[in-house]
């Protein structure tokens, strides 16, 4: 929390400069010290708003139209969730205030598009044992995001499928007809690999498909194999100014919400949870729920 709000509270301090220097140059008599106070006063605000804005996701409703989507899939929902990073800040009662909303959601199926572990120390089955009380008639689907691979993914592996998660690995399952992708984070950065790996699992072009993966890095390669509907995360929607102008930068229009790319859709969610600072100014943490029509 202190480093989130350091960085506020640097922009008070520079804003007290500019402004007190400001007045100097112009002539003006700049009461520094009510200044220092309006400003730091805004940015301790501000640090408090971004932590209560953090501690509860919203559910956020969409629909989407496929092309030749199975008649059984219209009108069945889809829960999505990214980016809970389960470690030292949020943990097993975050994980559980998160499945009793998605239950409560009563989704078809559920996926979750990575970053499900924060990458450091943590007690992965306990934290993974809740997501067994999701119960969603088609299923549960995971795909590793980068933190699970910033040491060996095994262990957060092997939780996630202790907890009834089906894990996608450079794989496809179809449900009832859909086609269901998942291909890790480390097999999705670079193009040409990309392309690769999604030639050698397979794509029916004209049947509908959706793709698990956790950034909307290469959304040009998968387009370009036949996918239907991409769902991602990683970015955070950049989490909190100024990282918010800084993801938009990057990644555009992708950076967050429904977009498409070509014939493909791509949905980049914002995230369940947040990374290092625990809290959310200019972003808001979600679950979403994509109804198929």
């Not at 805004?42 to 092309?67: D, E, M, T």
């Not at 999701?134 to 939780?159: C, M």
Request: overall charge positive.
């Amino acid at each position: 929390m202190w480093l989130g709000a350091a960085s506020f509270f640097l922009f008070a301090a520079l804003g007290s400069w500019l402004i007190y220097g400001a007045g100097e140059l112009a002539g003006f008599d700049v009461n520094k010290r009510l200044l220092a106070e309006i400003l730091f006063g805004a940015a301790a605000a501000i640090s408090a708003f971004g932590v209560i804005n953090a501690l509860a996701p919203r559910v956020r409703r969409i629909k989407i139209k496929l092309p030749n989507l199975p008649e059984s899939w219209r009108g069945r929902t889809a829960a999505l969730i990214s980016d809970l990073h389960l470690g030292h800040v949020w943990n097993s009662g975050f994980i559980r205030r998160t499945v009793r909303t998605i239950a409560k959601l009563n989704p078809a199926i559920v996926w979750i598009s990575g970053d499900l572990y924060d990458g450091t120390a943590v007690d992965a089955e306990n934290v993974a044992a809740p997501l067994q009380q999701l119960n969603a008639p088609l299923g549960t689907f995971f795909v590793e995001g980068n933190h699970e691979e910033f040491r060996d993914p095994a262990k957060y592996l092997s939780a996630i499928r202790a907890a009834g998660v089906r894990v996608l690995d450079n794989e496809k399952t179809e449900v009832d007809g859909l086609q269901i992708l998942g291909v890790p984070y480390r097999h999705a950065t670079h193009a040409g690999h990309f392309k690769s790996v999604l030639e050698k699992i397979g794509v029916d072009r004209d049947r509908a498909s959706v793709l698990l993966t956790h950034a909307p890095d290469q959304v040009g390669v998968a387009e370009a194999a036949g996918i239907g509907l991409q769902v991602s995360g990683h970015t955070h929607l950049g989490q909190f100014v100024p990282w918010t102008w800084l993801a938009r930068r990057i990644y555009r229009d992708l950076v967050y919400g429904l977009n498409r790319v070509g014939k493909m859709l791509v949905y980049t969610s914002s995230g369940a949870g947040t990374w290092g600072p625990p809290l959310r100014v200019g972003s808001s943490p979600e679950i979403v729920l994509i109804e198929f029509e």
